[in-house]
């Protein structure tokens, strides 16, 4: 999603108070409703995981068998990252010196809990999902979970930790001008990442820049946070449960009782390609989703790219495209 993007476009003074409000936009991101691998933070704790219980008492392993402690297992480095249900942390397995994300989440009263096949007890939500897409065909565009461990007081998930990385949402405050032909390689594997989870029955709910880690050489994404995912379902869901980032809320979960998960995917992916191009956000509140009136503030971008915004950012979640009719349209080929 490149765009040539004008040092000086017209309108500059609204631009001006444009910028102003996304640039505390782009602060209010910083501290996202579900937890990321890449969050900053000013505060850091000591990782601090509770006794491990006894053998017995859970199934540790979401790959293998296994009946050590976490502790026998890894060792806990620096803090990651922090968000609003756990931390992460840089580990090294002791058995070969792997690298791995270490992800702590706390149990607390509104803990989700999703039953999956093959497990004949409920799981923690980000848990089960990540289990879903380790399913094969498994994709190199999702983070992976190699095991995970519960303790009386918090579950601990160790994950794949891809080197070097950042957050797509950094990668993107952080180059000048992102044009066309870059912004197309990235959205192509964003869109193929959604579609993938759709086909292991996943709904990830939670599509948005800090939500995908890129490897700033080569461009690779992998989408992260399963936490505020729910299992795919053609009958769609309740809007009140909607627990995305507000500012990538499709309309109709502001409008509507029921969403359902393609079209809200399609509407994040949208809010995505014009946030890469943009570096801002295309509505600055809840009434400007409402109204879905997008704003292009660049005279020079393809024709092919405003057309595919435009079917993604409809108003009516029944005129955007699919899935596949998205990676079929001119812009993304």
């Given at each position: 999603?490149?765009?040539?993007?004008?040092?000086?476009?017209?309108?500059?003074?609204?631009?001006?108070?444009?910028?102003?409000?996304?640039?505390?936009?782009?602060?209010?991101?910083?501290?996202?409703?579900?937890?990321?691998?890449?969050?900053?933070?000013?505060?850091?704790?000591?990782?601090?995981?509770?006794?491990?219980?006894?053998?017995?008492?859970?199934?540790?392993?979401?790959?293998?068998?296994?009946?050590?402690?976490?502790?026998?297992?890894?060792?806990?480095?620096?803090?990651?990252?922090?968000?609003?249900?756990?931390?992460?942390?840089?580990?090294?397995?002791?058995?070969?010196?792997?690298?791995?994300?270490?992800?702590?989440?706390?149990?607390?009263?509104?803990?989700?809990y999703?039953?999956?096949?093959?497990?004949?007890?409920?799981?923690v939500t980000?848990?089960?999902?990540?289990?879903?897409?380790?399913?094969?065909?498994i994709?190199?565009?999702?983070?992976?979970?190699?095991?995970?461990?519960?303790?009386?007081?918090?579950?601990?998930?160790?994950?794949?930790?891809?080197?070097?990385?950042?957050?797509?949402?950094?990668?993107?405050?952080?180059?000048?001008?992102?044009?066309?032909?870059?912004?197309?390689?990235?959205?192509?594997?964003?869109?193929?990442?959604?579609?993938?989870?759709?086909?292991?029955?996943?709904?990830?709910?939670?599509?948005?820049a800090?939500?995908?880690?890129?490897?700033?050489?080569?461009?690779e994404?992998?989408?992260?946070?399963?936490?505020?995912?729910?299992?795919?379902?053609?009958?769609?869901?309740?809007?009140?449960?909607?627990?995305?980032?507000?500012?990538?809320?499709?309309?109709?979960?502001?409008?509507?009782?029921?969403?359902?998960?393609?079209?809200?995917?399609?509407?994040?992916?949208?809010?995505?390609?014009?946030?890469?191009?943009?570096?801002?956000?295309?509505?600055?509140?809840?009434?400007?989703?409402?109204?879905?009136?997008?704003?292009?503030?660049?005279?020079?971008?393809?024709?092919?790219?405003?057309?595919?915004?435009?079917?993604?950012?409809?108003?009516?979640?029944?005129?955007?495209?699919?899935?596949e009719?998205?990676?079929?349209?001119?812009?993304?080929?």
């Open positions: 999603m490149k765009i040539l993007i004008s040092e000086n476009p017209p309108g500059c003074g609204k631009w001006k108070r444009i910028r102003s409000f996304f640039t505390r936009v782009w602060k209010a991101l910083k501290s996202p409703v579900c937890c990321c691998l890449s969050s900053a933070v000013d505060v850091v704790e000591p990782f601090s995981p509770d006794p491990e219980p006894s053998s017995s008492a859970s199934d540790h392993s979401a790959v293998k068998p296994n009946e050590e402690s976490f502790e026998s297992l890894y060792n806990v480095g620096a803090m990651l990252g922090s968000g609003g249900f756990g931390s992460v942390y840089k580990g090294t397995r002791k058995s070969d010196g792997k690298k791995v994300a270490i992800k702590q989440l706390s149990k607390i009263e509104n803990n989700r999703l039953y999956i096949p093959g497990h004949p007890k409920p799981l980000e848990v089960a999902l990540l289990l879903m897409m380790r399913r094969k065909p994709s190199p565009l999702i983070i992976q979970l190699y095991e995970w461990f519960e303790h009386p007081g918090k579950f601990t998930l160790v994950m794949e930790f891809p080197e070097p990385c950042m957050s797509l949402r950094d990668y993107i405050v952080r180059k000048p001008v992102l044009y066309e032909p870059t912004a197309r390689f990235i959205m192509r594997q964003a869109l193929l990442a959604v579609q993938v989870c759709i086909e292991h029955g996943v709904f990830h709910n939670d599509i948005h800090q939500n995908f880690l890129v490897n700033e050489r080569t461009l994404l992998k989408l992260i946070d399963f936490g505020c995912g729910q299992l795919f379902s053609n009958d769609g869901y309740e809007s009140k449960t909607y627990i995305g980032l507000p500012y990538y809320y499709p309309p109709e979960v502001l409008t509507e009782p029921r969403f359902h998960a393609i079209p809200a995917n399609v509407w994040a992916l949208g809010v995505l390609l014009y946030t890469m191009v943009h570096v801002s956000h295309p509505f600055a509140n809840s009434e400007d989703i409402r109204r879905a009136k997008i704003p292009f503030m660049y005279y020079n971008l393809s024709k092919k790219y405003r057309d595919l915004i435009s079917q993604c950012l409809a108003r009516d979640p029944t005129k955007r495209p699919t899935l009719q998205m990676s079929q349209h001119k812009w993304m080929r």
